[in-house]
């Protein structure tokens, strides 16, 4: 099984004191099954960004002790700075990485809030994908006004916390949520003069019209003019586009880029996908990078995840009930969605395909969703399997503990068939994004994306024999009805694709 890794980046309101930072620091690192990553801090902003993963347990406890440890030691009645911030422990976002979904976050997000609340009473609100409102989905809204605007209208319906006092201590409110992994970025201009900094900040947010997925604000730091962003979807937005994107509008003012920065981590796949842009590596495949290669393969250290293509074929092959064939299943669709993923992703860029650019773009973020959720189940399949078994294990002395086992074993085994059916909805889904491929992608692929749809047909094939075989234990069938008359809509929605992919591989493939 895959162990769970979650990330945290909690942005603190101190930098000029690094004693600070350091009892902070050592307040995470208390916790055992937790590694802290990376440390950064900006005097001008008088900021902080600490970053760590670990266990999902093990993650939340030390974002407490943090958060905790902060509130003893920072003012915000005496805190000044560049960066917009309403706490001494500003925001704490949860980030999934491996065998984590945006659920397990979203879940962590809402109880460290309600402890945050109760135990320091430090008022909590709940932002991008933890939140309670539509409109605190974005933390701007949330953080208007800063400290001081909020302390005059907390006690306002519309600004109430989700946890917590309606009063400010002078820890101020934090901010905790979950998210995808965002890319805190800086560009420094070739100038002093901050009013181009602002200007290319709001051309190029995504709030005030510029790129999607761009948060930006424009500062003076250090004596140069700073545009200060957030990149929240790397994959939608590559970062190349923003610094082209910034580098065009500098030079209307007559500036240029002086350099740029990180604060805290980036994924590696954003600098790859940059790399490949700047040098119009137009052929390029992840397999090409050397550590990539030394350290996927079989034979390297840690290679064990039901992830890991070889290390799943030997799990399948063994004598072991599970993993079995709704992970089989899971694994043919995260394949199917992969070879959507690498059509779409070679298409792009290229001349004779540029009225396809923005929907094989939106392809390729939509397939790589789908593979990293096909591959989720690969184990969610194996782990509701053990699960089931479980259940039949439990005592059956009394009527009572009958009661309670058939009971148990009733809801183990509809969700051991929610499992498939979900993996047969992505299977669709991939197939649908194939024949787009087909269709519009680059032609030398085609047998690529009709590869990627077979894939995904074998995929629901398996998932709903999955489905079918669990539903048919039950007890009572009419609690897996509504199971089998999605899966019966889904398989003739894949019948009338088979028959548009045939027809699209004989008229634009020959065959």
Request: with cysteine; aromatic share 4%.
């Given at each position: 099984m895959t162990t769970q890794l979650i990330e945290c980046i909690p942005n603190f309101s101190e930098a000029r004191r690094p004693e600070v930072i350091d009892r902070i620091a050592a307040a995470i690192q208390s916790v055992s099954d937790v590694k802290l990553l990376d440390r950064s801090s900006d005097l001008d902003h008088n900021r902080t960004v600490l970053t760590f993963a670990g266990s999902p347990a093990g993650v939340e406890e030390a974002a407490f002790l943090a958060i905790q440890t902060a509130a003893e030691l920072i003012d915000l009645d005496t805190h000044t700075g560049e960066h917009p911030r309403i706490g001494a422990t500003d925001v704490v976002p949860f980030v999934p990485l491996q065998g984590a979904s945006m659920d397990d976050c979203i879940a962590i997000a809402k109880r460290l809030g309600e402890r945050v609340g109760n135990e320091l009473n430090i008022p909590v609100y709940l932002y991008e994908a933890a939140a309670t409102k539509p409109e605190r989905t974005?933390?701007?809204?949330?953080?208007?006004?800063?400290?001081?605007?909020?302390?005059?209208?907390?006690?306002?319906?519309?600004?109430?916390?989700?946890?917590?006092?309606?009063?400010?201590?002078?820890?101020?409110?934090?901010?905790?949520?979950?998210?995808?992994?965002?890319?805190?970025?800086?560009?420094?201009?070739?100038?002093?003069?901050?009013?181009?900094?602002?200007?290319?900040?709001?051309?190029?947010?995504?709030?005030?019209?510029?790129?999607?997925?761009?948060?930006?604000?424009?500062?003076?730091?250090?004596?140069?003019?700073?545009?200060?962003?957030?990149?929240?979807?790397?994959?939608?937005?590559?970062?190349?586009?923003?610094?082209?994107?910034?580098?065009?509008?500098?030079?209307?003012?007559?500036?240029?880029?002086?350099?740029?920065?990180?604060?805290?981590?980036?994924?590696?796949?954003?600098?790859?996908?940059?790399?490949?842009?700047?040098?119009?590596?137009?052929?390029?495949?992840?397999?090409?990078?050397?550590?990539?290669?030394?350290?996927?393969?079989?034979?390297?250290?840690?290679?064990?995840?039901?992830?890991?293509g070889s290390s799943f074929i030997e799990q399948l092959a063994a004598p072991t009930p599970a993993p079995g064939g709704g992970s089989a299943a899971a694994y043919s669709g995260a394949m199917g969605a992969a070879l959507v993923a690498m059509v779409a992703g070679v298409t792009l860029g290229k001349k004779k395909y540029a009225d396809v650019e923005a929907e094989m773009q939106a392809i390729r973020v939509v397939a790589e969703n789908l593979r990293m959720e096909l591959t989720q189940a690969v184990d969610d399949d194996a782990a509701s399997f053990e699960v089931l078994m479980a259940k039949f294990k439990l005592p059956k002395d009394t009527e009572e503990q009958k009661s309670a086992r058939e009971a148990a074993i009733t809801q183990a085994t509809l969700n051991a068939a929610h499992i498939p059916l979900h993996v047969a909805e992505g299977a669709v889904k991939v197939m649908e994004l194939a024949l787009k491929c087909a269709r519009h992608g680059l032609l030398s692929a085609i047998s690529d994306a009709a590869s990627g749809f077979a894939m995904a047909r074998a995929s629901l094939t398996a998932a709903a024999y999955n489905v079918r075989i669990n539903v048919n234990s039950l007890g009572d069938k009419s609690l897996g009805e509504r199971m089998l008359s999605e899966l019966a809509d889904l398989e003739s929605a894949a019948d009338k694709l088979e028959g548009e992919m045939q027809a699209v591989m004989k008229e634009r493939g020959g065959i």
């Amino acid at each position: 099984m895959t162990t769970q890794l979650i990330e945290c980046i909690p942005n603190f309101s101190e930098a000029r004191r690094p004693e600070v930072i350091d009892r902070i620091a050592a307040a995470i690192q208390s916790v055992s099954d937790v590694k802290l990553l990376d440390r950064s801090s900006d005097l001008d902003h008088n900021r902080t960004v600490l970053t760590f993963a670990g266990s999902p347990a093990g993650v939340e406890e030390a974002a407490f002790l943090a958060i905790q440890t902060a509130a003893e030691l920072i003012d915000l009645d005496t805190h000044t700075g560049e960066h917009p911030r309403i706490g001494a422990t500003d925001v704490v976002p949860f980030v999934p990485l491996q065998g984590a979904s945006m659920d397990d976050c979203i879940a962590i997000a809402k109880r460290l809030g309600e402890r945050v609340g109760n135990e320091l009473n430090i008022p909590v609100y709940l932002y991008e994908a933890a939140a309670t409102k539509p409109e605190r989905t974005n933390l701007e809204n949330i953080r208007r006004g800063q400290y001081e605007g909020l302390k005059a209208e907390i006690k306002k319906p519309e600004r109430q916390p989700d946890y917590g006092p309606s009063q400010l201590p002078k820890a101020g409110a934090t901010v905790i949520g979950a998210r995808a992994p965002l890319i805190a970025f800086n560009v420094y201009l070739t100038s002093d003069d901050v009013s181009i900094a602002k200007k290319i900040a709001k051309a190029v947010r995504q709030s005030s019209g510029g790129l999607r997925y761009v948060k930006g604000l424009g500062l003076l730091v250090e004596g140069r003019a700073q545009v200060s962003m957030n990149l929240t979807n790397f994959r939608e937005t590559p970062i190349a586009r923003v610094v082209e994107f910034i580098r065009r509008e500098a030079e209307r003012y007559g500036v240029n880029i002086h350099h740029s920065e990180l604060v805290g981590l980036i994924p590696q796949e954003a600098l790859v996908d940059a790399a490949v842009w700047y040098t119009q590596l137009d052929a390029f495949s992840p397999e090409q990078i050397l550590e990539s290669r030394l350290f996927s393969s079989p034979t390297a250290a840690g290679s064990d995840s039901a992830g890991s293509g070889s290390s799943f074929i030997e799990q399948l092959a063994a004598p072991t009930p599970a993993p079995g064939g709704g992970s089989a299943a899971a694994y043919s669709g995260a394949m199917g969605a992969a070879l959507v993923a690498m059509v779409a992703g070679v298409t792009l860029g290229k001349k004779k395909y540029a009225d396809v650019e923005a929907e094989m773009q939106a392809i390729r973020v939509v397939a790589e969703n789908l593979r990293m959720e096909l591959t989720q189940a690969v184990d969610d399949d194996a782990a509701s399997f053990e699960v089931l078994m479980a259940k039949f294990k439990l005592p059956k002395d009394t009527e009572e503990q009958k009661s309670a086992r058939e009971a148990a074993i009733t809801q183990a085994t509809l969700n051991a068939a929610h499992i498939p059916l979900h993996v047969a909805e992505g299977a669709v889904k991939v197939m649908e994004l194939a024949l787009k491929c087909a269709r519009h992608g680059l032609l030398s692929a085609i047998s690529d994306a009709a590869s990627g749809f077979a894939m995904a047909r074998a995929s629901l094939t398996a998932a709903a024999y999955n489905v079918r075989i669990n539903v048919n234990s039950l007890g009572d069938k009419s609690l897996g009805e509504r199971m089998l008359s999605e899966l019966a809509d889904l398989e003739s929605a894949a019948d009338k694709l088979e028959g548009e992919m045939q027809a699209v591989m004989k008229e634009r493939g020959g065959i």
